[in-house]
């Protein structure tokens, strides 16, 4: 059975840091995995994701701003999140997916079938 335990969020001002972290009980080598976030009242949306060669994408609301990385020993899949904004406000979900997925996919969620439970990111002005 697939889990996905997700960590590192909270509260800080705009301008500062989080890292997010998100613990699998699967070898992650073989899966497709990403980040999304969802803000009360709007859809889910891909933030950053990583495909099985390390390829990344990014949402342009995040690029320079984040990074997606994961260490395939640890089972972990990390997001480092610099310079946020209150419009980064969410809670952040980790998804992973073992299915091929084309670069322009990576940031869809429909394509992902194994979700954590969230971590929420709060920035405030």
């Known amino acids: 059975q697939v889990q996905l335990v997700e960590s590192g969020g909270g509260s800080v001002q705009a301008g500062g840091s989080l890292r997010l972290s998100c613990a699998a009980s699967?070898?992650?080598?073989?899966?497709?995995m990403g980040w999304f976030r969802q803000a009360p009242g709007k859809q889910r949306e891909g933030v950053a994701a990583i495909d099985r060669n390390g390829n990344t994408n990014y949402a342009d609301s995040v690029k320079g701003r984040f990074t997606i990385s994961k260490d395939n020993a640890k089972k972990t899949l990390y997001l480092q999140m610099n310079s946020l904004t209150p419009a980064d406000t969410a809670m952040y979900y980790c998804?992973?997916?073992?299915?091929?997925?084309?670069?322009?996919?990576?940031?869809?969620?429909?394509?992902?079938?194994?979700w954590g439970q969230g971590t929420q990111v709060t920035v405030s002005s």
């Open positions: 998804a992973i997916d073992p299915n091929y997925k084309p670069g322009w996919r990576l940031l869809d969620p429909s394509k992902y079938q194994f």
């Open positions: 699967v070898f992650t080598t073989y899966y497709y």
